[in-house]
């Protein structure tokens, strides 16, 4: 089944201790994404990347970290996590757009809930 | 900076009726408009997109208008049924990568 994968689901974790969150998807898709959702604010893009070893921010990166090493896998880091970064993430990947080789339709996984207290 | 507004944050609608969605956007240089579905506790799904050079796409009961003069793009859902029940997010992408989102509007469709 293609989905794109996420984990821990939900975290509840404390202020500076630093975690990860996962993201696979068994598409091969090139382009992958990180999203944050906030009430009143949908989804908000924290950092994108194109292929393996190719990354860039997005609207709002700051205190957060990627990596591309593997074209299925797109982590997500927060190295010191603080009470702001409580929300909802998601994880999502796509294929080009055939027309500009820009982001197409993108499928999401289903999202982890960090608390961060 | 909030490029992409959804000014109703709920709507409800009786089955069999239309359903139509709203979306402002402020950014002149977005390309393509996509309108995704997001059921609770699931990550949003892919519904239905339109370039910036049309201004209707149609896939089955879903419609979507673009007016590219007054910077507003309209889902229409017809007909409205209770499984559309969900809440649907807007987005405009520009520079190829940069993709924007609204605050979601939360459609309930009522047997």
């Known amino acids: 089944e293609a989905q794109v994968t996420q984990n821990p689901r939900y975290l509840i974790t404390v202020t500076g201790k630093k975690l990860t969150v996962t993201c696979s998807q068994n598409?091969?898709?090139?382009?992958m994404s990180w999203y944050r959702q906030d009430p009143g604010l949908g989804l908000r893009q924290i950092y994108y990347?194109?292929?393996?070893?190719?990354?860039d921010k997005g609207d709002v990166p700051e205190g957060y970290k990627v990596s591309r090493k593997e074209k299925r896998n797109f982590p997500l880091i927060l190295e010191s996590p603080s009470p702001n970064q409580t929300s909802l993430y998601f994880c999502?990947?796509?294929?080009?757009?055939?027309?500009?080789?820009?982001?197409?339709?993108?499928?999401f996984g289903p999202g982890t809930r960090l608390t961060v207290l | 900076d909030q490029q992409v507004k959804q000014n109703s944050p709920s709507l409800s609608v009786q089955e069999g009726r239309i359903s139509i969605l709203n979306c402002d956007y402020t950014?002149?240089?977005?390309?393509?408009f996509l309108w995704y579905k997001k059921y609770p506790a699931e990550g949003p799904t892919f519904l239905i997109s339109i370039s910036s050079i049309k201004d209707k796409n149609e896939d089955g009961r879903f419609t979507v208008f673009l007016n590219k003069s007054a910077k507003h793009l309209s889902l229409h859902i017809v007909p409205s049924q209770p499984g559309d029940s969900a809440v649907y997010f807007c987005?405009?992408?520009?520079?190829?990568?940069?993709?924007?989102f609204g605050a979601g509007t939360r459609l309930t469709v009522k047997p």
């Open positions: 950014n002149s240089m977005f390309d393509y």
């Open positions: 990347s194109m292929n393996v070893e190719v990354t």
């Open positions: 999502a990947s796509s294929l080009p757009d055939p027309g500009t080789g820009g982001f197409n339709e993108q499928f």
């Open positions: 987005a405009g992408r520009y520079n190829n990568n940069d993709m924007r």
């Open positions: 598409m091969n898709h090139e382009y």
